[in-house]
Structures are given as structure tokens and as C-alpha cells.
């Protein structure tokens, strides 16, 4: 490819979209080593392209890793190997003999010897052999840090890639990986062909699987010699991970392996292990493509039988690592369980609920896991320990738990980046544990900050806004319910009460605003993938001051727009019950392997109120709200491999009010738009439906549309796909598409009823869902975006772009072509929106 041609495209398909910097940096890129081939040596090939061909239906899973020598990575899978020329940029710094800008090889050398020198002084004036051990042992990670970037070099060096020279040995290691996948996988009669073209000095290969008809299990056996190992085995085979007529798969016996392994620890047999199992296969049993598969399970070399192990006693020592005093250790009997300590300060009833280990009970690794685990969740323990002691013929369970400092306080200042402009913020917590002595939490929350916010009653104004809040809760380790004798069985799902009182104060220029909450929350689990949420009360005193010509402004939007922000700063009375459900099976969000996450969430407002209205919201006047809510967001990260993924999100809520004002606590309401939603619109500002918001009187500085008002909606839809790419080091990228709106009940009055002409590219004021015509009225946005891991947090910036906006008429509304970076802006000129965020999106 010439590079003018090259050349010649991007400034052809970038013309009037991008500044002559962006067409710069893009021609600067292509001349800087376009794809790494003036890196090779005379006699040297580039290795520039591998794919594999499979058969339809073949499970391509891995197939993306198996190469035994890898390309170099593409920018965006243009061919721009940007990281190949980093990492040679890079090198021609480390070869000198001193630079600048970017380390040498010398200068890491020299920085060596001069802290080499550094600590051996410390070391020697050093008094005391602790000092200098740490001193020595603070100097060799120095020494090994150093020693590692000589190594490996500096940074461009270690976030580059050398240049792949293609080798025909790996490719024919290559061949054979392929087909001893397909051959773990059922396919014995596998074979792998590799199809090797060249062009300018660049290598593609193709491999091409042929995989033939896969082996399935025909017959399995089970060959069990211990009787009652023989019985537990065929009363689990329900959850066998094998079965006849299957595809053979090695990945699949190995996972049997393991269920067997765990399935008999947790009937007892405490010294069973994985290497007890064989399987052996045989293809020549059944019909051609058929296998026999003899499942195995032998009997320990020296007894005739696997030995059970029951439980004798268990022993429960609550201070673990507290140094003992002379005549002060106590033992008490409780439930079976002998708890030993030096002072009685927990409640040995909550901590017997979560103790699964029985005196005469067979030995389970669940149930020991569970009691683990669910007395670590009391956040009580710095950890938790459990063996068995087999001495003496008996078979004792030992829990050891450290407790963790009974005082804390944590202490936190940073900077609030949310929809206005970045300011400080300030947060202090205090928590003290088992504060009844029944295990409780006690904590104590304070937070203060202030950031810069737009004016509501001055286009282009930024004002201070301060928030301060208060929050005490308790929450104890167990329901706060009658439950009598059902309570002791309720351990293993973490039951946990929290009640909670706060305190929220917010100062604008336009407003002063106070929210006094009570919340009594139940919260459970069930298996470690699911999270439920109760609610029972959750009551808000809402108290606001406004500014007057604050006031009329909230006035003039609820009478000629139909927004309901006016609602919000009413004094009132919010009571609800709110029930979730978090089904998170995979852990979401993990980079090995995909993974998925669903939270529903319903809550009944005003319920209470259809039977009472409480005396004090009567005698102050306080606005009572009957409403209905459910939302649903389901996410999914699909893996592509280590540097690749693909994630999903589909977001839908609904809120129905019922009450005499017909109206919405204005937090109630669903909202789009922002960093975490459709990114193409600025917070809270997509809607409602094809409804225009007010025309801007300087569309040249911010767009024709006025985005100034939040838009709130009954009911919405949003969806997004976004493209994640490891692009160097610690700096990822992301292409996205976002789509969504919000709509009504009911029809809501015009935007901009008194501007019917001076927009004839406006949208027809519709704000009812209908469902005929509403996926007409979804807006679709998409953009691009880096993401910075910290490892501790990951910054990120986004910038969106309007693909097709329904607040224009129809035949209008495809606006893509729109799009600029820099202003001024009109009805054919849209200002691309800027996001920045902390941690993923979805």
C-alpha cells in the first residue's frame, strides 16, 4: 500500500470531522512504521497475519491463544503496529549512551550505583540489626526493581513489542497444538493444514482443522470396588459432568475428576483424594465413532476400604494470636461447640448459627468452607481458620478466629468528578464492632464537599455547590424478626439487619435542601451468586428553601414544558418498600474468563399510606406519593482473549403513580443520558420521547438545543455494546454504540409551545410510550474512549457522538454527519459531548 494513498483516504473520509492536528498524528503514525516491516533484518519475514479455519459448530474456544509464536497487535486492526514502533522507539533511547527524555541502559546502570552506594552508607550508620535488616531488604527490591528495567528496558520498551519475525518452526508447533485441541475435544481423527502466503516481505497463515465426525460416550462404567463409595456415586450421577451419546472431551473428565474429589470429601472421607479416580477409554467398544469410558475409583493402598471420618468434637477458640494469661483462659460448652477464649465478649449464639460443624457428623468440605466463610462475613475477624486434628484416634475440628481491632477509623480526601465541575471533597468513618456484644456493626459516616455546578437561572453560570451528610447505622448478624428456633437454621445465607438514620444537606445558590432518611434493610444471600434486599421502611422527610426566581422558573417548566422538577423541592413525606435480587454467578467483571449480571429491583411507594396517613405529614402540609417501580439491567462481558473483550448492557425500568397528585418523588423518575448511560447526551438530558427541549438562544457556543433541564421519564429503555482493546501498559481503548430514551404515561405539554416556527428541523413533542412507534423515537449514540488502570481505579474518557437524535421531525433525525469537535455550532454542526468517569461504565 503507498503510504500517499494512504494518506490520501484519510484526509478524504476525515475532511471537515477533525482538526489538521488529527490528520497530522494519523499520517505521523502510518510514516512511523506502518506495519513493522523496516524493522526486519535482509533475510527476515514478517510475521503479519495468523487465523484458523474450523468446521461449522466446532467450539472455537482457546483457539485465539494457541499460536506458539503471535503477531504483533494492530491499532484498531488497521495495519498500524503502533506498539511495534514504541518498542523501537524505545530501544534507539536505550542504546545511547545518555538520554533526555527517555532512559538508557547507562542511565539505569549509573542510577544503580548511586543507590547502591546510598543504602550501603544508611546501612552502615545504621545502629541497630533491625534497622539494617530493613534497610538491606529496602535496598534489594531497589536493586531488583533496576536490575528489571536493564533487563527488559524502559518504558516504551516494556509497553511495546519486538518486531515477530516469522518462524516456520513455531508454525508447525502451531499445527500440532491445533490438532491436540481437536483431539481433547473428540475429534481422534483430527489434522491441521497450514496455508502460507507472502507479500512484501509480510507472512499470513491460515490454518485449516479438519476435524472429521467427533467420538461420543457410548458406554460408561463405573468400576467402584467400595460398596458404599459405589451407592454415594450412583445416587449423584444426576450431577455427573459426563453422559451418554456426549462428545468426548478431556476438559470434561478432568471436571468429573474434581466433582467425584468433592463429592466424596463431603460424605466423610477426610484423606480422599483426586488421584483415587482413573478413567480409561476405550474407541474400539460400540459402534465406529463410539468409546467406552471405565470410570475407576481404587481402594487405599494399605486398608481394604476408604475410611469415614466422623466428627468427635469441635473447639472454637474466638481469640486466636491473643497471648494468653496464667489461670485466665475459660472453656464453655454451647451448643455442642467448646468455645475457648479469655474473655466472653461474643455471642455464642450468633456464632453457633454459623458453625455447620456437628459433634457425631461425617467430616464435609462444604460445611467447612461455609463456617469459613460465613464467619468471615461477620467482619468480626481478621481471618479464620479451621483444621482437623487425627491424633490419638480422634477426629477433632479446631476453628481458630483472630479478631480484628474492635476501633477504626478510616479517613479519605479527593476530588468529586460527577456532573459538574471537579471539586474537593472530604470523608471521615468511624466504626465500632460488637457494640451489644451480639456481633453488631456500629458505624458512623461524614462526608463534606463542594464542586462547581451550572446555574439553573443563568445559562453559562457556575456556582459553588455544597453537600454535607450524616450517616449512623447498626447492623446486626441475624433478622430482626420473631423467628424463635427457624433463626438458628437461617446461618449459611449470611442473614444480616441494618438500620440506618441520616442526614443530607445541600447548598446551591438557587436552593438549600435537606433529606432526613430512615431505612430497617434485610439483606441475604443464597449460594454466593445471589444477593437479595429488603427494604421494609424506608422513610425520607424532604424539607427545600428556594430562591424565588428559582422558584418561578421550577413554575414556568412544570406549566409550559410538563417537567416535574418542581416536585422535587416540595416539602414531603417519601415512604417505601423496596425488594432487589443480585444474580452476579460468574463475577461479573472479572478479565479471565466472560461472565454475566442481573439486578432486578421493585418498589411500592406510599404503601403504607393506602391504609394510614401519619398525623405529622397532615398537620406540615407534606406531599404524599403512591407509586409503583421496577427496573431490570442485565450486563455481559463477553472475553475475546487477554487483551479483548466485548461487554453488553440492556437497562429497562418503569415507574407508575397512583396517588391523588398523580406525580413522582422527582428521584423516582428514570433519567438518560451521561458517563454511565448514553454518552452522546449530557447527564439526565436524553427525552422525553421525540419532545425537543427548548431551542438554545446561542446555539454557536453549545448546539441548537438547549440541554440546560433535566428531562424525567416513566418509563425507559437503554442498551449499549462497547469494544474494550488493551492498547499499551496501564492505557485501554473502547469503541462503543449507546441507544435509549425515556417516555411517559400519558402526554405531556409541547417543549417550546411558544416557538412552534423557529425550529422546523424539531421534533414532533411526543412523549407517550407507544408500543407501535417507540423504537422510532430511541436515541442512538456512539463515540470512542481511553481507560487508565491504576490497578486501584480506573479513569476514563469518553467522547460521544449523536448518531440519531429523535427530538428532529422525522426524516431529520439521522445526524452523524453532524458531528464536530470545536465549535461554532448551528442545526447542521452537533458539539460531540465530553465524558469522564471512574471505573467501567457497565
Known amino acids: 500500500m503507498k503510504r500517499t494513498f494512504v494518506l490520501e483516504i484519510i484526509r478524504t473520509t476525515l475532511k471537515g470531522k477533525v482538526t489538521k492536528i488529527s490528520v497530522g498524528l494519523c499520517a505521523g503514525l502510518l510514516l512511523s512504521g506502518c506495519v513493522g516491516t523496516k524493522y526486519l533484518k535482509d533475510d527476515e519475514k514478517l510475521l503479519f497475519k495468523q487465523s484458523i479455519e474450523t468446521p461449522k459448530g466446532f467450539d472455537r474456544t482457546g483457539l485465539r491463544d494457541i499460536y506458539v509464536q503471535k503477531s504483533n497487535r494492530r491499532f484498531l486492526g488497521l495495519p498500524i503496529n503502533t506498539l511495534t514502533w514504541m518498542y523501537y522507539w524505545g530501544l534507539s533511547h536505550f542504546e545511547k549512551e545518555h538520554s533526555w527524555f527517555i532512559h538508557s541502559k547507562n542511565d539505569f546502570i549509573r542510577k544503580k550505583e548511586k543507590k547502591e552506594k546510598k543504602f550501603d552508607a544508611k546501612i552502615a550508620a545504621a545502629k541497630s540489626d533491625r534497622k539494617k535488616s530493613n534497610l538491606q531488604f529496602r535496598k534489594q527490591r531497589k536493586m531488583d526493581d533496576i536490575n528489571l528495567k536493564i533487563e527488559n528496558g524502559n518504558l516504551p520498551m516494556q509497553w511495546g513489542e519486538k518486531v515477530s519475525v516469522y518462524d516456520s518452526a513455531a508454525v508447525t508447533e502451531s499445527i500440532q497444538k491445533i490438532t491436540s485441541l481437536a483431539f481433547n475435544r473428540g475429534y481422534f481423527k483430527a489434522r491441521t493444514r497450514a496455508e502460507v502466503t507472502e507479500k512484501k516481505k509480510r507472512i499470513t497463515v491460515v490454518y485449516h482443522l479438519f476435524t472429521g465426525l467427533p467420538f461420543t460416550y457410548d458406554t460408561i462404567i463405573y468400576r467402584v470396588p467400595d460398596s458404599a463409595m459405589h451407592a454415594i456415586l450412583i445416587k449423584s450421577l444426576p450431577n455427573a459432568k459426563i453422559h451418554q451419546g456426549e462428545r468426548y472431551d478431556q476438559k470434561t473428565l478432568g471436571n468429573e475428576r474434581d466433582r467425584l474429589d468433592i463429592l466424596m470429601k463431603d460424605h466423610g472421607y477426610y484423606d480422599f483424594s483426586k488421584q483415587y479416580v482413573d478413567f ?260 425520607q422527610v424532604i424539607q427545600s428553601t428556594l430562591d424565588p426566581a428559582f422558584d418561578q422558573l421550577l413554575t414556568d417548566l412544570q406549566t409550559k414544558q410538563g417537567n416535574n422538577l418542581k416536585n422535587s423541592f416540595k416539602p414531603s413525606l417519601v415512604s417505601s418498600m423496596i425488594f432487589s435480587m443480585t444474580w452476579n454467578p460468574q463475577n ?43 427496573g431490570v439491567d442485565f450486563r455481559r462481558n463477553k472475553v475475546i482473549d487477554k487483551n479483548t473483550s466485548v461487554a453488553f448492557r440492556f437497562n429497562s425500568g418503569v415507574a407508575y403513580a397512583y396517588g391523588d397528585n398523580k406525580s413522582l418523588p422527582y428521584e423516582k423518575y428514570w433519567f438518560v443520558g451521561g458517563s454511565n448511560s ?112 491504576f490497578s486501584f481505579l480506573v479513569l476514563r474518557l469518553d467522547v460521544g457522538i449523536k448518531v440519531w437524535d429523535p427530538a428532529r421531525k422525522v426524516g431529520d433525525r439521522f445526524v452523524l454527519g453532524n458531528f464536530r469537535f470545536t465549535g461554532p455550532y448551528d442545526a447542521n454542526r452537533e458539539p460531540v459531548i465530553y465524558n469522564i468517569g471512574i471505573g467501567y461504565p457497565f
Open 280 to 539: 480409561q477409554v476405550d474407541t474400539t467398544y460400540g459402534h465406529h465413532y463410539g468409546i467406552a469410558v471405565q470410570i475407576s475409583i481404587s481402594d487405599p493402598a494399605n486398608r481394604a476400604a476408604h475410611k469415614t471420618f466422623t466428627i468427635d468434637s469441635v473447639r472454637f477458640r474466638t481469640d486466636a494470636g491473643v497471648a494468653d494469661r496464667a489461670g485466665k483462659r475459660q472453656s464453655v460448652m454451647y451448643k455442642g461447640i467448646r468455645f475457648n477464649y479469655l474473655v466472653d465478649e461474643y455471642s455464642k449464639r450468633i456464632l453457633a448459627q454459623r458453625v455447620f460443624l456437628k459433634n457425631d457428623s461425617l467430616y464435609s468440605r462444604e460445611n467447612t468452607f461455609a463456617t469459613q466463610r460465613q464467619l468471615a462475613n461477620l467482619d468480626i475477624f481478621k481471618f479464620v481458620n479451621i483444621n482437623y486434628d487425627t491424633s490419638g484416634g480422634k477426629f477433632i475440628a479446631n476453628i481458630f478466629a483472630s479478631p480484628l481491632n474492635r476501633y477504626s477509623w478510616t479517613n479519605e480526601a479527593g476530588v468529586t468528578v460527577t456532573q459538574g465541575f471537579p471539586g474537593p471533597y472530604y470523608s471521615l468513618s468511624f466504626k465500632k464492632r460488637n457494640i451489644f456484644q451480639g456481633l453488631e456493626i456500629f458505624e458512623l459516616n461524614g462526608r463534606y464537599g463542594f464542586e462547581g455546578v451550572a446555574g439553573a437561572t443563568d445559562l453559562g453560570g457556575v456556582y459553588k455547590s455544597t453537600e454535607a451528610n450524616v450517616n449512623v447505622s447498626v447492623t446486626f448478624p441475624q433478622f430482626l424478626l420473631p423467628l424463635g428456633k427457624r433463626a438458628d437454621d437461617l446461618g449459611r445465607v449470611n442473614p444480616k439487619t441494618k438500620l440506618l438514620i441520616g442526614y443530607t444537606y445541600t447548598d446551591r445558590p438557587e436552593y438549600q435542601r435537606s433529606n432526613v432518611t430512615f431505612s430497617n434493610t434485610y439483606t441475604w444471600e443464597n449460594k454466593r451468586t445471589t444477593l437479595y434486599s429488603f427494604t421494609l421502611t424506608n422513610l
Open 678 to 789: 448514553v454518552r452522546a447526551w449530557r447527564p439526565r438530558r436524553l427525552g422525553i420521547g421525540s419532545a425537543p427541549p427548548p431551542i438554545n438562544p446561542d446555539p454557536s457556543s453549545s448546539g441548537v438545543f438547549n440541554y440546560q433541564y433535566e428531562r424525567p421519564g416513566e418509563i425507559m429503555l437503554e442498551g449499549s455494546v462497547e469494544w474494550r482493546k488493551k492498547l499499551f501498559g496501564f492505557v485501554n481503548g473502547a469503541l462503543f454504540i449507546d441507544a435509549g430514551n425515556v417516555w411517559t404515561f400519558a402526554q405531556s405539554a409541547p417543549a417550546n409551545p411558544s416557538e412552534p416556527t423557529t425550529a422546523p428541523w424539531a421534533g414532533d413533542g411526543n412523549t407517550k410510550f407507544y408500543f407501535d412507534s417507540f423504537y422510532k423515537e430511541i436515541a442512538v449514540g456512539t463515540g470512542f474512549g481511553l481507560r487508565f488502570d
Open 588 to 630: 461479573y467483571g472479572n478479565q479471565e474468563r466472560s461472565s454475566y449480571f442481573l439486578r432486578i429491583q421493585a418498589e411500592s411507594g406510599g404503601t403504607l399510606f393506602n391504609f394510614y396517613t401519619p398525623d405529622y405529614a397532615i398537620s406540615r402540609g407534606l406531599e404524599i406519593y403512591k407509586y409503583l417501580r421496577l
